[in-house]
């Protein structure tokens, strides 16, 4: 029986993390849980499946017995830490999970980690506190968590490349030029995945794609040169491994996160799932496109950050982070985002991210110089 903390709980990663723990009372307890938003869903959260331990950012005044209520920053990382805890979910958004991923990490825990932009921004330092701490990193990514299983097929140096699929999200098929009009609402109708509302924008700039290349590189350690991205509009086979000899093993499922995440969370172990077995029948037309960097240059822009390392990777976070605010607010068109990522990784110096401060610095550096974009517009 494991103990798991799932820290975003009221997001769509976080209801389909519960959804697994509610399908196997035998393997999992919920221990803990924890929110930002939305106060009303996380109170039911709360009186349904009374946790011991519940987290939100602000104070609430709810009467549960048997819950322990607590609230701000230092509850959410001590909620990460706790030594009852055996698996964290984390399925924060953003770089606000970097924070509780080192303090997770710290304590030796395993992370059910779906969150991306704490790895792409953490680099190095993520790296050094799971070393030390002892702690676990489990893909939940779909991407990932495919690539993770792909690799347990064969030895690191037998690997020739990593093949990352994408669906190309919403507006694959349309020319660039009809872009610069898209709304927050179509650009978060994703074509195969629900999901949260950021990672859909990210979806359909390719910024999220972008971002998993840094993620794939920094969670299996191969260097972008290695690391393929593929379109794959019907989203049926999640990424690949390509070998030395030339086999290529694929990962194939619905498109359910509820796989990836209780992976992450029963490995070695494969259980049952709530998941809807997978038709292949009824996708006859599964097709792959070599992506055009030049009509993506998100994609194009994540490769140049890998390569220079340092910075660039959490500048590129950081200002893909408040562009995406700045979208949502009507503030910066769609075309708009990337030229802002372009706009502040221009007028970055880079240098060496030493540490968690140089880390948060280089982030707010960002989303100032994302500020000055959007003013230069207005
Ligand atoms: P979401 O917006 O639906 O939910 C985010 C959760 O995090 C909410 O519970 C929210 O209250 C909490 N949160 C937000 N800001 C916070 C802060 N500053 N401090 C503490 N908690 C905060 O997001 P989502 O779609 O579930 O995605 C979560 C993460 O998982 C993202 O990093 C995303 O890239 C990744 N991911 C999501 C999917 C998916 O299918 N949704 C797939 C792969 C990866
Ligand atoms: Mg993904």
Redesign the pocket.
């Known amino acids: 029986m494991k103990n798991v903390a799932i ?8 209801r389909q993390a519960l959804d697994v723990v509610r399908a196997h009372p035998d393997l999992f307890a919920l221990y803990g849980i ?5 106060e009303t869903s996380f109170v039911a959260q709360v009186v349904e499946e009374r946790p011991r331990v519940a987290v939100f ?1 602000r104070s609430l005044s709810i009467d549960v017995s048997g819950t322990e209520l607590r609230w701000g920053d230092q509850a ?1 990382y001590d909620l990460a830490a706790d030594p009852q805890v055996d698996v964290v979910v984390l ?4 770089i ?2 970097l924070k509780p991923l080192l303090s997770a990490l710290r304590a030796g825990k395993r992370v059910a980690i ?4 704490s790895l792409v921004c953490g680099g190095d330092l993520v790296k050094e506190v799971r070393k030390q701490g002892g702690g676990e990193l489990l893909p ?3 991407e990932q968590s495919a690539l993770f299983q792909c690799l347990q097929n064969g030895r690191r140096d037998e690997v020739e490349k990593l093949i990352l699929t994408a669906s190309g999200g919403p507006f694959f098929r349309r020319p660039r030029a009809e872009l610069g009009g898209i709304t927050p609402e179509q650009a978060v109708k994703h074509p195969t ?1 629900s ?5 859909s924008l ?1 979806s359909a700039t390719l910024m ?1 794609k972008g971002l998993e290349v840094m993620e794939a590189s920094r969670l299996f350690d191969f260097p972008g040169e290695r690391i393929e991205v593929l379109i794959h509009p019907q989203s049926v086979v999640h990424s690949m491994v390509e070998y030395r000899d030339g086999t290529v093993m694929a990962n194939l499922s619905t498109a359910d ?1 509820r796989l990836p995440i209780q992976y992450a969370m029963t490995w070695p172990e494969r259980v049952p799932s709530p998941a809807v077995p997978l038709k292949l029948w009824e996708h006859p037309d599964l097709a792959f496109y070599r992506p055009d960097m030049a009509r993506f240059p998100a994609l194009k822009m994540a490769y140049s950050c890998l390569q220079a390392g340092g910075g660039c990777p959490v500048v590129y976070n950081g200002a893909n982070e408040r562009a995406a605010e700045l979208f949502f607010a009507g503030r910066l068109g769609f075309l708009d985002i990337e030229d802002s990522v372009a706009y502040a990784l221009d007028r970055f110096t880079n240098r060496p991210m030493q540490d968690l401060d140089d880390i948060l610095a280089a982030d707010g550096e960002a989303r100032r110089l994302v500020d000055e974009f959007q003013s230069t517009r207005s």
């Open positions: 820290l975003g709980s009221t997001g769509s990663i976080g924890s929110a930002h938003s939305s950012s959410l399925a924060i958004s953003g606000a999970a779906a969150n991306k932009e939940v990514d779909s995945w999901m949260g509302r950021k990672i990210d999220n996160m």
